[in-house]
């Protein structure tokens, strides 16, 4: 099974996501054997958008099943994340293709969501301000190595 990480960074309300042509989704990293899960997503965030972060807590762990492929099990680990410093309600990272958009939960319903399990999850933590440990399958029967 492969074991992936994800940090999901939450500030004034809203999370900040990856818009890939009206899509919405996070990064999910692969994991090594030479850092911790915290330390990853760490250096994600300051390597890719230059951003301090704390690692808060586990919220979702989702393993994805993808039948046909050569490695169809998959475990992904979101962290809520916070900024160490203020951030700017304009701030925005547009890397390589790569568009990133803060989101509330009013914005949630309006976009596709993957994996599609997270849009649930997101929508009632958004609402309550209150993120919770989830866990969550998402099952692909179309998926071909």
């Not at 940090?7 to 994991?31: A, E, Q, W």
């Not at 090594?32 to 808060?56: H, P």
């Not at 099990?73 to 700017?88: C, E, R």
Request: a positive charge.
């Amino acid at each position: 099974m492969e074991i992936r990480v994800g940090g999901i960074l939450y500030h004034n309300h809203k999370i900040l996501m990856i818009d890939r042509d009206g899509t919405l989704t996070f990064s999910d990293l692969p994991t090594s054997e030479q850092e911790t899960l915290e330390a990853c997503i760490r250096k994600f965030f300051m390597e890719n958008l230059g951003i301090e972060v704390s690692v808060e807590k586990l919220i979702y762990m989702i393993q994805f099943v993808r039948k046909g492929e050569k490695k169809p099990y998959k475990l992904t680990y979101f962290f809520l994340v916070k900024p160490n410093s203020n951030i700017k309600e304009d701030f925005v990272v547009n890397l390589k293709k790569v568009n990133f958009k803060w989101v509330g939960a009013e914005d949630l319903e309006r976009f596709k969501v993957v994996p599609k399990v997270l849009k649930h999850f997101l929508s009632e933590d958004l609402k309550s301000d209150e993120f919770k440990m989830r866990i969550g399958v998402e099952i692909d029967n179309n998926s071909k190595s």
